[in-house]
């Protein structure tokens, strides 16, 4: 059984940093895609980041330049960097993983997700 554990969500201030951490377990997908998703209160999930196994990501606009993608494949983790958030970047934060090599930024791609972690920021 597949599970994603999201880590590291929590209260930060407009211009600081926070780590968020995706564990998978029951299989490996050191070869397939992951990302990072968020849902603000009543607004659609979005796409936030995604990066290949080979470390390639990609960025909604959003989020370029203050936000960093990256994984660790031997321990089938992947991490969101968020420097300098905005109070416009609060949203409960989802991991996810396809079972394909391709990157998208299509919800409906990906197969499994994780239960989210809140970060709130605070003006």
């Known amino acids: 059984q597949v599970q994603l554990a999201e880590s590291g969500g929590g209260l930060v201030q407009a211009g600081g940093s926070l780590r968020l951490s995706c564990v998978v377990s029951?299989?490996?997908?050191?070869?397939?895609?992951m990302g990072w998703f968020r849902q603000a209160q009543g607004k659609d999930n979005e796409f936030v980041a995604a990066?290949?196994?080979?470390?390639?990501?990609s960025y909604a606009d959003s989020v370029k330049g203050r936000f960093t993608i990256f994984r660790d494949n031997a321990k089938n983790t992947v991490f969101l960097q968020m420097n300098n958030p905005s109070p416009e970047d609060t949203a409960v934060y989802y991991c996810?993983?396809?079972?394909?090599?391709?990157?998208?930024?299509?919800?409906?791609?990906?197969?499994?997700w994780g239960q989210g972690t809140q970060v709130t920021v605070s003006p």
């Open positions: 990066i290949r196994w080979t470390g390639a990501g």
């Open positions: 996810a993983v396809k079972e394909s090599f391709e990157l998208t930024k299509v919800p409906a791609d990906y197969a499994y």
């Open positions: 029951g299989r490996s997908f050191s070869r397939y895609t």
